[in-house]
């Protein structure tokens, strides 16, 4: 229980400070109690939160057990009272250090006890007391104290800063809706300088340290100065206060007599039945503006256009343009936004839980979220372009993003587009203007900070009307998007908290300029492996789901997957293999429902009883080593393959053919290779004769299918010289890699795909470039264990792990090797 709540002088003038009736009297009494030099011994109350000047009345709340002690035993020996303010008011049973060391001498008059049962004192101040020592603390507190007399001195400036401190007081009362006139009626019959300064310190609301200080200023001029400094500032607070206020109250007169006005007219056009549909459209957009958050450019661009709108005449053109862009400004969002959730764990289970695979991308994104974690107000959002063959899981990645970060998911597919206007918009004065397909989407998003996927970046087109990869430069900018203008709405839209995500298949098709300003994210094609895992994992569960087989038990053995893998898909992603695992289900479910026997387990045959003959049969190894034949290892979309490089060598002029379809760096990689063999033909024991007078012919089977790169170059020189010197090529040997005039082996790319593709027909060894050696940290380590890896700088080295010693019989018999011709679109270049 506090001391002392609150204080109020009331309307009548004894709180105002006015000496009481029975005061002169108890102080003249107790000048017998004084001790030797003045110091009295009196009954102690301390103040929470309350300092009590001289000459002041006022009422104290007691309720603390000292407290009522000390003011029984101030009235049975007819005493006067010590009070002074406690340096904390939180504390209950303050000690000595918890109580200022200035306080003042008091009378007591009335007592009350109070609903609440605390008492209700009212005190006199009489004057300024310090404390010199506490005497005695049950079970009340007994203070010594040394009077502190009032200077009665008057400097020749204390007359003008008395009229000065009223002058600014009757201001601060003006202003001050807490003070009553009386205060300053009062103030004015004061003719004393500490007397003024006590009463108003004590009649304003400051903090208890201010008072205290006026309370231990002793010199009344001093105080005063203190007074009128508090004063002028507290004016100042006042007059900022009325001046809001005035503005305030400006504005809402002002709203109010709009209003007022309105609601007339309205009545008045109700009276003479004149309310129209355009009118109650005018006051449903004029609510809808004003409950609308919105930055302060595109508020006064609404505003303006709906003033427009007010002076036209119902049945003008423009209205239905005008009408249109307000409901789309309105309709975007401009400040909303959706709460991240940046739980790194909760999005890597999201993410782990919807793909198989895609290490690189997952880790790519749970930096960001972890960052953003961290540094939201600081980081940059990322412009990522997911690059990779079709069905690699980039646009369903990108869904799996937005869901674990709690983020709408917005897609538009930008193949084929040719215009500019579809990213930028078409300015208002074309009829059936609208914004562009970014501002379009943004709208159905309904937050600032969805995550937005521009599908098929690569396949954008150009033309007359202009180039929007040229638009999208802006919008993929993070210096430039935070104000991406489009050209309907013709403001400032921030884009900067999108969280944009490209996709293309290939990069050689983007301009320089946007791939400058993505992150690009390669998506490899699936190892078989993987495509066993992820069939087990998503695809089965989902086509049986799909096909209502659920509950029928039905398993895919991974014999049967691997044939449909191998023998009816030929893809780096897995869209086929859905295709057909879902054409399996479709044979079942028939077989279901037309109550007949069907398997549970789904082997090869059945597999190949329900969707038939195998559509691709693989390349497989040679069965014996050849002379001018060399197995090369190209990169496919499709995961890679493997090229059979033959050489034939017959008299002629020197002449050198080309065929199957080579493109002009392959063509150049062939010459690269003749020019080699030619260079060190005496070193292979081959006669210079023997280039002039023979034709060679150089030949890629499959001619129907496009082949280009430089990385048949070792093979093709491997094949020509094995074809000069008789000596046969080992057929479980792989090359690639690109060949110079000089016989270094420089390093090419797709290096993953490649060793699939020779673990997969049987090759043990795989011949790579040096330099390629860095990749092998991208190759599964399955597919480590089960492929020798031979790094090789030079031609020599080359040579001398493929070609075997001896020449081959003259009757050497040319076996086909076991192939058969894939489709023309199926294998893409070397």
């Known amino acids: 229980m506090r001391d002392e709540d609150r204080f109020d002088f009331g309307p009548y003038p004894d709180f105002m400070g006015l000496s009481m009736p029975f005061s002169d009297e108890l102080f003249e009494e107790e000048e017998s109690l004084t001790l030797e030099d003045g110091i009295i011994e009196r009954p102690f109350l301390p103040l929470r939160d309350l300092v009590l000047f001289p000459q002041m009345v006022m009422p104290l709340f007691v309720g603390r057990e000292r407290s009522l002690a000390a003011i029984q035993a101030a009235l049975a020996s007819e005493e006067s009272l010590i009070v002074a303010a406690q340096e904390d008011g939180e504390i209950f049973d303050p000690t000595e250090d918890d109580i200022f060391r200035l306080g003042t001498e008091v009378v007591i008059g009335r007592t009350l006890r109070m609903p609440d049962s605390t008492t209700s004192v009212l005190a006199q101040g009489r004057r300024r007391v310090e404390i010199l020592e506490f005497t005695q603390w049950d079970p009340y507190i007994r203070v010594r104290v040394r ?137 449903e957009l004029r609510e809808a503006i004003e409950e609308k958050a919105l930055p302060d450019e595109v508020k006064a661009k609404v505003h303006k256009e709906l003033a427009r709108l007010s002076s036209m005449p119902p049945m003008a053109p423009e209205i239905g343009v005008i009408r249109t862009y307000l409901d789309w400004i309105l309709e975007l969002p401009w400040l909303d936004k959706s709460d991240d959730n940046l739980d790194v764990n909760h999005a890597a289970s999201v993410l782990d839980a919807e793909h198989f695979g895609l290490d690189k991308v997952k880790d790519r994104i749970l930096e960001y979220i972890a960052v953003k974690s961290i540094a939201a107000d600081t980081m940059r959002t990322p412009i990522l372009c997911f690059v990779g063959p079709p069905g690699t899981g980039k646009t369903s990645l990108g869904q799996s993003i937005a869901t674990a970060l709690n983020r709408e998911f917005l897609r538009i597919s930008l193949g084929g587009v040719r215009d500019e206007a579809e990213i930028r918009g078409h300015r208002r004065t074309y009829v059936g203007a609208l914004p562009g397909r970014i501002i379009q989407a943004m709208r159905r998003a309904g937050t600032v900070n969805p995550l937005f996927m521009l599908d098929e970046v690569d396949k954008l087109g150009q033309d007359f009307r202009g180039d929007p990869a040229a638009a999208l430069l802006e919008v993929l900018d993070p210096e430039q998007n935070k104000a991406f203008v489009d ?29 400058d300003r993505m992150e690009v994210i390669e998506f490899p094609g699936y190892l078989e492996e993987e495509k066993l895992e992820i069939s087990r994992q998503f695809l089965i569960p989902r086509q049986l789901s799909q096909h209502g087989l659920q509950d029928s038990r039905i398993r895919f053995e991974d014999d049967a997957l691997k044939t449909i893998i191998r023998q009816y898909t030929y893809e780096a992603g897995v869209r086929n293999l859905e295709r057909e695992i879902a054409n399996v289900c479709r044979k079942v479910a028939r077989r279901v429902v037309e109550q007949k026997r069907y398997p549970k387990r789904i082997k090869t045959k059945h597999v190949i009883d329900f969707i038939g003959p195998p559509r691709l049969t693989q390349e497989l190894m040679r069965e014996e080593d050849e002379v001018g034949v060399a197995t090369g290892v190209a990169w496919t979309a499709a995961g890679g393959d493997i090229l059979f490089i033959e050489v034939t060598i017959m008299p002629g002029k020197g002449s050198l053919t080309l065929t199957g379809q080579m493109g002009d760096v392959m063509q150049e990689s062939a010459q690269a290779a003749h020019s080699f063999t030619r260079s060190i033909a005496s070193e292979l024991g081959i006669n210079d004769e023997a280039f002039e007078n023979t034709d060679i012919h150089i030949h890629i089977p499959e001619g129907a299918v496009p082949k280009d790169g430089p990385s048949a170059g070792a093979a093709m020189a491997t094949a020509l010289i094995s074809a000069y010197t008789k000596r046969p090529i080992r057929r479980d040997v792989g090359l690639t890699g690109e060949i110079t005039l000089r016989g270094r082996i420089l390093p090419v790319g797709g290096i993953r795909e490649k060793a699939l593709a020779a673990r997969r027909v049987g090759i043990r060894q795989f011949l790579l470039p040096k330099k390629n050696e860095n990749d092998l940290s991208e190759i599964p380590k399955k597919l480590r264990q089960d492929l020798d890896f031979v790094f090789v700088e030079r031609m020599h080295e080359v040579l001398d792990a493929v070609l075997l010693p001896g020449t081959a019989p003259k009757n050497q018999r040319r076996k086909r090797s076991k192939t058969a011709t894939l489709p023309a679109s199926a294998v893409p270049p070397a």
């Open 147 to 283: 009077p502190i007399p009032q200077p009665n001195d008057w400097q020749e400036t204390t007359e003008a800063l008395m009229r000065a401190v009223v002058a600014l007081f009757e201001k601060v009362v003006e202003l001050n809706r807490k003070l009553p006139e009386e205060v300053y009626a009062f103030a004015i019959n004061i003719d004393e300088p500490g007397w003024l300064a006590d009463f108003i310190t004590s009649a304003m609301e400051l903090p208890l340290a201010t008072k205290q200080d006026i309370l231990e200023t002793i010199d009344p001029t001093n105080r005063l100065q203190k007074v009128s400094i508090i004063l002028a500032r507290e004016l100042d607070v006042l007059e900022m206060e009325d001046q809001i206020h005035s503005q305030v109250q400006q504005e809402v007169d002002k709203m109010q007599r709009e209003h007022f006005l309105r609601e007339q007219m309205r009545v008045i056009q109700g009276e003479l039945g004149e309310m129209d549909t355009f009118t109650q459209e005018l006051l």
């Open 487 to 515: 050209h309907y709405l013709d403001l400032d839209y921030d884009l900067s908290n999108v969280l944009f995500i490209t996709t293309s298949n290939v990069l050689d098709t983007i301009p320089p300029a946007l791939q």
